[in-house]
C-alpha cells in the first residue's frame, strides 16, 4: 500500500472523533469491557500503547471481539513493534517520534503510521517522507497550542493530532486550531478506573470527550 493510501486511512481514523484515547493497560482482560465502554460513549478510535505485556493481547482482544472500535497501537519504536501489532490486528500505529528504521519499516508495513514530531524541522523530515497527519509530542511540554498553531501557516499541508499532557479542560484550545484534526488523551481511561473495572464511568468520560466537537 502507498504512503499517500495509507496517510488516508490515518486521516479516516482521525476524524471519527475529536479525541483518541490513548491506554495504558495491565490487565487484557479490562480490554474488550474498556473499548465497548469507550464506543458507547461516541470514542471508536483507541490506542493501546506498548508500554505493558499486556498491551498485544489487549489489541487483539479488542479486534476481535468489539464491533465498532478502531484498535491502534501506540509506542511504537521499531519494526519488530510494527510487525507484532499487525499481526495482533491493529489498524493503524502511532510513535512518539521516528527513527530512519522506523520510517523505513513503516514504508514496507500495510499498518499506517501516526508519526510522532515536536519540532518544525521533524515536521519537514516527514512531510518529505509523504507523512502530511502527524502526532505533535509532547504536546504541552513542546509548546502547547501556540506552538502547533504558529505551524498553520508555514506549514499548511500538515495536521496534527496533539498528544501528551491534554486534558478535557485545554482540548478545545487544540481543536479550535485549523491544523489540528484531533486529540490524544490518556484522562478517558484512568487507571483507577481501570482497575475498579468502572466501565458507565469510563463511557461518561468518553460521551464528554466526544461532545468536544
Not at 25 to 44: E, H, N, S, T, Y
Not at 129 to 152: C, D, E, I, N, S
Request: hydrophobic content about 50%; glycine content about 8%.
Amino acid at each position: 500500500m502507498s504512503i499517500e493510501n495509507k496517510q488516508k486511512q490515518v486521516e479516516s481514523t482521525l476524524r471519527l472523533a475529536p479525541v483518541v484515547p490513548v491506554v495504558i493497560i495491565d490487565d487484557a482482560r479490562q480490554a474488550v469491557p474498556m473499548a465497548r465502554a469507550l464506543v458507547a460513549g461516541g470514542i471508536p478510535a483507541i490506542e493501546v500503547t506498548l508500554r505493558t505485556p499486556a498491551a498485544l493481547d489487549a489489541i487483539k482482544a479488542i479486534a476481535d471481539e468489539v464491533e465498532g472500535a478502531v484498535v491502534g497501537v501506540g509506542t511504537v519504536l521499531s519494526a519488530k513493534d510494527l510487525r507484532a501489532a499487525h499481526k495482533a490486528g491493529a489498524k493503524f500505529a502511532v510513535s512518539p517520534g521516528v527513527s530512519p528504521g522506523l520510517l523505513d519499516a513503516a514504508d514496507d508495513s500495510e499498518l499506517p503510521l501516526l508519526p510522532g514530531a515536536a519540532t518544525a524541522s521533524e515536521v519537514m523530515t516527514l512531510l518529505e517522507r509523504g507523512y502530511r497527519f502527524l502526532k505533535f509530542f509532547p504536546a504541552v511540554p513542546a509548546g502547547g497550542h501556540k506552538l502547533v498553531g504558529a505551524w498553520a501557516s508555514p506549514l499548511p499541508q500538515v495536521t496534527f493530532c496533539p498528544t501528551g499532557g491534554i486534558s478535557l479542560s485545554s482540548a478545545p484550545d487544540f481543536l479550535s486550531l485549523p491544523n489540528v484534526v484531533c486529540v490524544g488523551g490518556s484522562w478517558l481511561t484512568p487507571a483507577d478506573k481501570l482497575r475498579s473495572g468502572d466501565w458507565a464511568g469510563i463511557e461518561a468520560l468518553a460521551r464528554e470527550a466526544a461532545a468536544l466537537r
